[in-house]
Each structure stands twice: as C-alpha cells, then as structure tokens.
C-alpha cells in the first residue's frame, strides 16, 4: 500500500524503518520542521526527516498542517493510508479523511489507559506492572480512536521511561507493519474504546519533575525513574539545583535509622538519602552547570554537614 508516514523524534524512527523494509511504499513524510536545541542552541534535524531523506522518501516539515500547500501535497502523494508516530502536531479534522483508509496512530500504553502525550512516564509513575502500545484509528478526540492492534510489555522493576519506551518503539514498529498489512487484506475490525480505565497523561512538566523527599523511598523511585532521561528529576542542594538519576531505595534492614526527609549520609562507597518512609541510595547526581557524575564524587566535593538535606 502507499503510505504517507508522519513522525519526529527518535522514537518514531523504528517505525519507518520498519514500514520501509516491508512490502509497502511509503511514499512521503510529514515531520516537524528543524528547531535549535542543546546548550549550542545549533539547529537540529528531526531524526524521521534524516532517516526518511536517506531513504529517498520526500518530506514535508510545516508548522501546521492547515499551511497553505500541505492538504495538496497530501493529495499528490495519493496515500492509502497515514502513519503517525510521535509526530507533535494535531492533525486538522479536514485531513482526516484525505487516505483512503485514514490515519492509524501508534501509541504508547494500552488504551484508554494513559491517553495523552507522556503515556510511558505515567506508567511508570504509577507502578504499573504491564504496559503495551496499540495502533487505533486517528480522530477528532484525544486518543479515543477504535483500536486496530496491540501488544503487551511488562515494565521492569528497574525501568526508566528512556528504557521502556525504547522497547516499545521496536515492539510497536512491528505492530504498525502488521495493523497496515492488515488494513491491505481487509482483516481488521476496528474496536472501540471502552468507558472504563480511561485515565490521562500530560505531558510531566519541570515542576513536575522536582522530587519531594517527603514521599515514601518507592514514590521517589518511581517519579525519579519516570522523568529519566525527560525531563529529568532535579532537587536543590544549598540554593542549586541538582539533578539525580535513578536511585535505588534501600531494604528496611539496610536503611540508616532516624535519617530524615531529605537528609544525607555520605559515605566512602554510597550516598543515601532519607525519605518520609526509608531511605534511597543515590546513583548519578548532576550539579549545575556540569557533567553528570558519581554520587560519591559529587559528595566527596561537597562535603556535606551533619544533618544538611536536599531540598
């Protein structure tokens, strides 16, 4: 079948590989247009625009796909069908209908679960044990399309979102060959969502990200994990924020008793933080301004006094 594919970051690149190596042509690209990022502020190429460019597939790379020339661009590529993974921009109501079969999205939870931009954090956020991707039919709502295809992953007790949304973009690139080959032979049969389950996943803002050491260790554990590597779990250390990779929460017999909310231990081989229920032991931390480092170095350079805390 022709395929339009319509995607941006590095997630959504296991996908069009994926569609590119099948028996289907993917006949044009929709992606976000180059933006500045990174401390250089240098302008950057959306990963499913150099991929798709190095495949020979054209791309389209407006602001809006309500731009003047996009609908018709649309139109003479001609597709059966429209990709969309982790593309970034609304799809207007008056393209829905421009593929002959519409607009299957690829995304990241088992839905209704976690409808919105940041299903994987939320998962993780919330302890959940088994998470999925499903392909479902583009409309006018916020991810209550009918569901074409799904697929399970269990969610690690370890995982940071980075580390399982990386697995579900390869797990659900195969879902999203299998959803078209499926649409070509006529052998899907749309399923509506249900009412029940429905929850929501906005996007997890800076804020969002900020620790508070008056949680259990577990609830810090999860927020840490699920805004690793975005947008990264931060605390404050003597007026500066530091920002804290994964941390490891500690068994009861092992935890330092009397150890408050936020309080440190540093000792030669591990930095251990109290929490409102146990104590966590830090990983990676990064001062501001620098590169990531060991706890330990970072706390060997800091030096911290009896009884100082994270904020």
Same mark, same amino acid.
């Given at each position: 079948?022709?395929?339009?594919?319509?995607?941006?970051?590095?997630?959504?690149?296991?996908?069009?590989?994926?569609?590119?190596?099948?028996?289907?042509?993917?006949?044009?690209?929709?992606?976000?247009?180059?933006?500045?990022?990174?401390?250089?502020?240098?302008?950057r190429?959306?990963?499913?625009?150099?991929?798709?460019?190095?495949?020979?597939?054209?791309?389209?790379?407006?602001y809006?796909?309500r731009?003047?020339?996009v609908?018709?661009?649309?139109?003479?590529?001609?597709?059966?069908?429209?990709?969309?993974?982790?593309?970034?921009?609304?799809?207007p109501?008056e393209?829905?209908?421009?593929? %002959?079969?519409? *607009?299957?999205?690829?995304? &990241?939870?088992?839905?209704? !679960?976690? @409808?919105?931009?940041? #299903?994987?954090?939320? $998962?993780?956020?919330?302890?959940?044990?088994?998470?999925?991707?499903?392909?479902?039919?583009?409309?006018?709502g916020?991810?209550?399309?009918?569901v074409?295809?799904?697929?399970?992953?269990?969610?690690?007790?370890?995982?940071?979102?980075?580390?399982?949304?990386?697995?579900l973009?390869?797990?659900g690139?195969?879902?999203?060959?299998?959803?078209?080959?499926?649409?070509?032979?006529?052998?899907?049969?749309?399923?509506?969502?249900?009412?029940d389950?429905?929850?929501?996943?906005?996007?997890?803002?800076?804020?969002?990200? %900020?620790?508070? *050491?008056?949680?259990?260790? &577990?609830?810090?554990?999860? !927020?840490? @994990?699920?805004?690793? #590597?975005?947008?990264? $779990?931060?605390?404050?250390?003597?007026?500066?924020?530091?920002?804290?990779?994964?941390?490891?929460?500690l068994a009861?017999?092992?935890?330092?008793?009397?150890?408050?909310?936020?309080?440190?231990?540093?000792?030669?081989?591990?930095?251990?933080?109290?929490?409102?229920?146990?104590?966590?032991?830090?990983?990676?931390?990064?001062?501001?301004?620098?590169?990531?480092?060991?706890?330990?170095?970072?706390?060997?350079?800091?030096?911290?006094?009896?009884?100082?805390?994270?904020?």
């Amino acid at each position: 079948m022709r395929v339009v594919f319509a995607g941006t970051p590095d997630v959504a690149v296991p996908a069009l590989d994926a569609l590119l190596a099948s028996e289907h042509e993917v006949v044009g690209c929709l992606t976000r247009p180059d933006a500045r990022a990174g401390r250089g502020r240098r302008t950057r190429t959306s990963p499913v625009r150099t991929t798709a460019e190095a495949a020979g597939v054209p791309v389209l790379a407006p602001y809006r796909l309500r731009e003047e020339g996009v609908a018709e661009q649309l139109r003479a590529w001609d597709p059966e069908v429209a990709v969309v993974v982790a593309y970034g921009a609304l799809v207007p109501p008056e393209l829905l209908d421009l593929p %002959r079969l519409g *607009w299957v999205n690829l995304h &990241f939870s088992l839905l209704p !679960r976690w @409808r919105g931009a940041a #299903p994987v954090q939320h $998962a993780v956020l919330a302890g959940d044990e088994i998470t999925g991707a499903v392909t479902f039919v583009l409309e006018e709502g916020l991810d209550t399309g009918p569901v074409l295809g799904r697929m399970t992953e269990r969610v690690r007790p370890r995982d940071t979102s980075g580390d399982l949304l990386a697995r579900l973009a390869v797990g659900g690139a195969q879902l999203v060959v299998a959803t078209v080959d499926g649409l070509e032979r006529g052998e899907l049969v749309p399923e509506p969502q249900t009412s029940d389950g429905v929850s929501l996943a906005p996007k997890l803002t800076t804020e969002d990200a %900020r620790i508070h *050491w008056s949680l259990p260790a &577990f609830a810090v554990d999860r !927020r840490v @994990r699920a805004c690793t #590597p975005a947008p990264g $779990a931060w605390t404050t250390w003597r007026g500066e924020r530091l920002r804290v990779g994964p941390v490891e929460p500690l068994a009861a017999s092992d935890a330092p008793e009397d150890l408050g909310a936020g309080e440190l231990l540093a000792g030669r081989t591990e930095v251990v933080v109290g929490t409102a229920g146990g104590a966590v032991r830090l990983g990676e931390v990064q001062p501001q301004g620098r590169r990531p480092m060991p706890a330990q170095d970072w706390a060997r350079g800091v030096r911290p006094r009896p009884g100082e805390r994270l904020e």
